[in-house]
């Protein structure tokens, strides 16, 4: 195995030759092409077709770390070591970084608005990977992992950096890691946040009330909703005559006023679920139509 710097020039060769039942079929990096030899760990080069691996410790042939750049990891399969097949010669390139990594989680709602966020995280982002597709603040909690080291993972129990619950909508979780204040990998899922049962239709109102004359549209207003909840309207009158129906998703839904409608209350019948609740949650509001 040889390994080269981003000019060409030989740092390093195994003077330990690797022995395989089988002849190799090609080379590839297990894991992250990014390494840092400070830390101790090792590239792990897979040698296709044997089943066995090769290591390189980031040290060049006097024993020290090489510097920060590209390296060329060569392996060389030579006839003498398969009789009768011709020489087979894989390469890898692997990144080597000098200075310390460093990582940062980060939670953006809907609008952009980044509502947590982690540092020092440790590893780096390889992938992300969640619990769930949804979760309930204060009755779940979200775990996010970032590559494949069992401690390298985030508990989130759903609320912001100002310790108040995530209302309900879709976030989406950032994984990044630096080095030298420079994102090298960065990685994105996202998450469906619930509203904690019973309380989808707390605080649901329609607006404006009272209706005055010239009113063409009311608004249905689910301060608990989120952008996929799913929403289902009859307005009636007091003698339960059927006047109108909607049906959207989100936390507002505009519905038009049939013509013109008499002076009097009226009765809002709501319905909301949102995906991945089981019940669905019912509320009667009242509002008044003016003269």
């Given at each position: 195995?040889?390994?080269?710097?981003?000019?060409?020039?030989?740092?390093?060769?195994?003077?330990?030759?690797?022995?395989?039942?089988?002849?190799?079929?090609?080379?590839?990096?297990?894991?992250?092409?990014?390494?840092?030899?400070?830390?101790?760990?090792?590239?792990?080069?897979?040698?296709?077709?044997?089943?066995?691996?090769?290591?390189?410790?980031?040290?060049?042939?006097?024993?020290?770390?090489?510097?920060?750049g590209i390296y060329t990891i060569e392996?060389?399969?030579?006839?003498?070591?398969?009789?009768?097949?011709?020489?087979?010669?894989?390469?890898?390139?692997?990144?080597?970084?000098?200075?310390?990594?460093?990582?940062?989680?980060?939670?953006?709602?809907?609008?952009?608005?980044?509502?947590?966020?982690?540092?020092?995280?440790?590893?780096?982002?390889?992938?992300?990977?969640?619990?769930?597709?949804?979760?309930?603040?204060?009755?779940?909690?979200?775990?996010?992992?970032?590559?494949?080291?069992?401690?390298?993972?985030?508990?989130?129990?759903?609320?912001?950096?100002?310790?108040?619950?995530?209302?309900?909508?879709?976030?989406?979780?950032?994984?990044?890691?630096?080095?030298?204040?420079?994102?090298?990998?960065?990685?994105?899922?996202?998450?469906?946040?619930?509203?904690?049962?019973?309380?989808?239709?707390?605080?649901?109102?329609?607006?404006?009330?009272?209706?005055?004359?010239?009113?063409?549209?009311?608004?249905?207003?689910?301060?608990?909703?989120?952008?996929?909840?799913?929403?289902?309207?009859?307005?009636?009158?007091?003698?339960?005559?059927?006047?109108t129906s909607s049906s959207g998703t989100?936390?507002?839904?505009?519905?038009?006023?049939?013509?013109?409608?008499?002076?009097?209350?009226?009765?809002?019948?709501?319905?909301?679920?949102?995906?991945?609740?089981?019940?669905?949650?019912?509320?009667?509001?009242?509002?008044?139509?003016?003269?």
């Open positions: 195995m040889t390994v080269y710097n981003s000019a060409g020039e030989q740092v390093y060769a195994s003077n330990q030759p690797l022995w395989f039942q089988q002849s190799m079929t090609g080379i590839q990096i297990i894991g992250s092409p990014l390494f840092v030899p400070d830390d101790g760990g090792l590239v792990t080069i897979a040698v296709l077709g044997t089943g066995a691996n090769a290591f390189w410790a980031g040290r060049n042939a006097q024993g020290q770390f090489v510097a920060s392996l060389v399969e030579n006839a003498a070591n398969a009789p009768g097949l011709p020489s087979v010669k894989g390469t890898v390139q692997v990144t080597v970084l000098r200075a310390p990594l460093s990582g940062t989680i980060q939670v953006y709602n809907s609008a952009g608005e980044q509502v947590r966020h982690l540092t020092g995280i440790s590893g780096t982002a390889d992938f992300l990977r969640l619990s769930a597709k949804a979760f309930v603040p204060g009755l779940q909690s979200l775990r996010v992992q970032w590559n494949a080291d069992a401690a390298d993972y985030w508990i989130w129990d759903g609320e912001t950096d100002s310790q108040v619950r995530a209302k309900p909508g879709v976030y989406e979780i950032v994984a990044s890691t630096q080095v030298a204040g420079q994102n090298l990998e960065v990685k994105t899922a996202f998450v469906q946040v619930l509203a904690t049962p019973g309380t989808l239709t707390e605080g649901a109102c329609v607006v404006p009330e009272p209706v005055r004359p010239g009113t063409l549209f009311l608004t249905l207003v689910l301060p608990n909703g989120g952008t996929s909840t799913r929403v289902a309207l009859r307005m009636y009158t007091l003698s339960g005559n059927l006047v989100g936390a507002r839904m505009e519905w038009a006023i049939p013509g013109i409608l008499a002076p009097g209350i009226y009765l809002v019948a709501v319905e909301a679920q949102d995906p991945g609740q089981a019940s669905v949650e019912r509320k009667i509001l009242k509002i008044a139509v003016l003269r």
